[in-house]
């Protein structure tokens, strides 16, 4: 058999500049855990929910020696009662494996607690786009379901698209203080976020997402003030006009109205907890979630 051919240079090239990127992602990972701004049951369960994370690269030991007060014969003991070879990674343990391992963090660290995640953002940045990628790849995220006063249009089903009520229930709710917000929409119907729902998600430890404007954003910080408030930034300036006037279907008086409001919501940014910019969708939407694995408390940085 003719010995196989060595690889082109530039592939060489191209695999170390790989290899390089993803020990420095590793190395990130631990540095967080080490530092506490994540803890190391927040990014198991980030690895589990995505296999490509540098989380789900780490082998297991590195994950517990990341912990401060876990030292590498108390790691090795654990790994041994827990049944878990010390050349297994995160992501690739078996599903009792990963039960094993989630129980000892849980029992070391306690839960991980939950906490509501606010997505906001100026008008056409894409907050409903990342909210669907979401929806869609992350199904243990849970997206809160909005009320509202208006009749269902095709296809609408209640309690999945919205929940329609009637005026009467609707001011209900908010002589009862059942919903964290809630505002009039062009002058018609009315929308509002239950909070019953959201308490109840995140007594169970379930993530819960928000996606919702501005002014919505200010009201839950009010009533809330435990929750993550993420702005979604776009691109640049020049991105943003290009997504609002680009459709041509506004006159010019709208496009002029539409861009002044842009201005005024982007000077709010800072307002936010964090700031993610959506230049891709996939990759937006990777970063709110792994901010909602950062302990209350902890520093963010994005």
């Known amino acids: 058999m003719s010995p196989r051919p060595a690889p082109p240079e530039v ?4 695999a170390g500049r790989a290899a390089i990127a993803a020990r420095r992602a590793r190395a990130a990972v631990k540095q967080s855990i080490a530092s506490k701004q994540k803890t190391a049951l927040a990014v198991a369960q980030s690895a589990w929910s995505d296999p490509a994370s540098a989380g789900a690269t780490l082998r297991v030991t590195e994950l517990l020696t990341s ?3 876990l030292g590498p014969a108390r790691v090795g003991r654990v790994m041994a009662e827990l049944g878990i070879s010390d050349k297994k990674r995160v992501g690739g343990l078996g599903i009792r494996q990963r039960i094993r391992l989630r129980d000892y963090l849980v029992t070391r660290q306690g839960a991980e607690p939950s906490r ?3 997505l906001a953002g100026p008008t056409a940045v894409g907050k409903g786009t990342v909210s669907a990628h979401i929806r869609e790849n992350f199904p243990n995220v849970m997206l809160s379901v909005s009320a509202t006063t208006r009749t269902p249009r095709p296809g609408e089903i209640d309690g999945v698209h919205y929940y329609f009520v009637s005026d009467e229930e609707f001011d209900r709710k908010i002589a009862d203080d059942e919903l964290l917000e809630w505002a009039v929409v062009h002058n018609s119907y009315r929308y509002g976020t239950p909070r019953p729902p959201i308490d109840d998600a995140l ?3 379930k993530r819960v997402m928000l996606e919702i404007d501005l002014q919505g954003a200010r009201q839950v910080r009010a009533v809330m003030p435990e929750a993550l408030l993420v702005f979604l930034l776009p691109p640049t300036w020049e991105e943003l006009v290009r997504r609002l006037i680009g459709r041509g279907t506004e006159k010019p008086e709208e496009q002029q109205r539409r861009l002044d409001t842009a201005r005024m919501e982007l000077a709010a940014q800072d307002e936010f907890d964090a700031k ?3 230049r891709e969708v996939s990759q937006a939407a990777q970063e709110v979630v792994e901010l909602m694995d950062a302990p209350i408390g902890a520093p963010i940085s994005r």
């Open 276 to 278: 993610v910019v959506n």
């Open 203 to 205: 007594a169970a430890g």
């Open 116 to 118: 509501l995640i606010v």
């Open 67 to 69: 912990v401060p007060t």
């Open 11 to 14: 592939d060489r090239a191209a």
